[in-house]
T-cell receptor
Framework: DAKTTQPNSMESNEEEPVHLPCNHS???????IHWYRQLPSQGPEYVIH???SNVNNRMASLAIAEDRKSSTLILHRATLRDAAVYYC??????????FGPGTRLSVLP | DGGITQSPKYLFRKEGQNVTLSCEQN?????MYWYRQDPGQGLRLIYY???????QKGDIAEGYSVSREKKESFPLTVTSAQKNPTAFYLC?????????????FGPGTRLTVL
């Protein structure tokens, strides 16, 4: 199974940008990089995904390193509602998702 | 509204009893999944099904059973053989393998064994 490593926890101040890193040094050429987040006592929800190019959507941006061995999820202005566990997952067609422990993001008012 | 429903939200079970968790989706998705989550941990895959009447074991299938008689439904039975069943159970669905497979999750069922 493709593996990712993330910091256990991070802290941010409200309305400041947050950069959540993810290392995936064994990524294969066909692996997509997915990010999900899980609010307390809820199921995970999709945030963003990408393959090679940086991606933006209404929730976040995804910056992918040129060698694809790492990526960064960017929340442009953190709000209290962004406090959650963020999972970085590699997705290869035909394989199942592998969820690690993720990064617990705390947002301070 | 399209989505995934799980019931019940909370479930209490006595030791030695089997219990069935419900998962229904109206997203017309082919694939469905069951995950288990323990406190402070990530999700672990129990079973998954890519198509009706077919399912595969995930990483921690022992003590669990599933069925997939309808596309919309993927119930999970926690049997008495599961030694430590107290956990948060999450159901998900996605499009067929080979397509972009964003997974949509239900709200979860919290099972406690008394």
């Amino acid at each position: 199974d493709a593996k990712t490593t993330q910091p256990n926890s991070m802290e941010s101040n409200e309305e400041e940008p947050v950069h959540l890193p993810c290392n995936h040094s064994t990524i294969s050429g066909t692996d997509y990089i997915h990010w999900y987040r899980q609010l307390p006592s809820q199921g995970p929800e999709y945030v963003i995904h990408g393959l090679t190019s940086n991606v933006n959507n209404r929730m976040a941006s995804l910056a992918i390193a040129e060698d694809r061995k790492s990526s960064t999820l960017i929340l442009h202005r953190a709000t209290l509602r962004d406090a959650a566990v963020y999972y970085c997952i590699l997705d290869n067609y035909g394989q199942n998702f592998v969820f690690g422990p993720g990064t617990r993001l705390s947002v301070l008012p | 509204d399209g989505g995934i429903t799980q019931s019940p939200k909370y479930l209490f079970r006595k030791e030695g009893q089997n219990v069935t968790l419900s998962c229904e989706q109206n997203l017309n998705h082919d694939a469905m999944y069951w995950y288990r989550q323990d406190p402070g941990q990530g999700l672990r895959l129990i079973y998954y099904s890519q198509i009706v009447n077919d399912f595969q074991k995930g990483d921690i299938a022992e003590g669990y059973s599933v069925s997939r008689e309808k596309k919309e439904s993927f119930p999970l039975t926690v049997t008495s053989a599961q030694k430590n069943p107290t956990a948060f159970y999450l159901c998900a669905s996605s499009g067929p393998k080979g397509s972009y497979n964003e997974q949509f999750f239900g709200p979860g069922t919290r099972l406690t064994v008394l």
